[in-house]
């Protein structure tokens, strides 16, 4: 990976978010409120920092995946960080969050430039982007957004494949049960 502005990369690359003495990491809390493991979380923040750098370089607005996303999101909370050493010293430029206003106008606005971004991102480095934090348009503006945060100390996740077997299985034996009496 050899972008165009090397010394710009090479201030991305090198940036470290969050104290280097937290016994929870950036990348571990990013993890943890993601349900995701550590070495995922890591290779997240390497593509938000990828994100970062054709925010300032592309030559048109950006727009992230949301894996990339929940590392800005969370690069937001670390506001000393992002606001006073991040985007001054190593971004050289404000990078501000603008989320959707909503409707279709907004809708089709960020999916060409989802887009855009798929296609900047693999002039600039290369190679297209790992499709596992980056997937298609369609996942992410039609799949995505219906995620939603839940506590698993109180909550059972399912996939809804398993939910619809063990829904068919308790029917069925309801019907045997049935039969039965």
Request: glycine fraction near 4%; hydrophobic fraction near 45%; charged fraction near 25%.
């Amino acid at each position: 990976m050899s972008p165009p502005d090397d010394a710009l990369w090479q201030r991305i690359a090198d940036h470290r978010i969050g104290p280097a003495d937290a016994s929870l990491t950036f990348a571990a809390r990013l993890a943890r409120e993601n349900r995701w493991s550590e070495p995922h979380a890591r290779r997240v923040i390497d593509e938000y920092k990828c994100f970062c750098y054709l925010a300032v370089t592309a030559g048109h607005e950006v727009t992230p995946s949301d894996a990339v996303d929940q590392a800005w999101h969370l690069h937001l909370t670390y506001s000393r960080d992002y606001w006073e050493v991040f985007c001054p010293a190593v971004l050289a430029s404000p990078l501000h969050h603008g989320p959707t206003q909503g409707g279709e106008i907004e809708r089709t606005r960020f999916y060409r430039q989802y887009a855009d971004t798929l296609a900047a991102y693999e002039a600039a480095f290369g190679a297209p982007p790992p499709a596992d934090i980056w997937p298609a348009a369609n996942r992410r503006f039609s799949v995505d957004p219906k995620g939603v945060r839940v506590n698993v100390f109180d909550d059972i996740i399912l996939k809804r494949r398993v939910a619809l077997a063990l829904s068919l299985i308790v029917f069925l034996a309801g019907l045997i049960a049935g039969r039965m009496l």
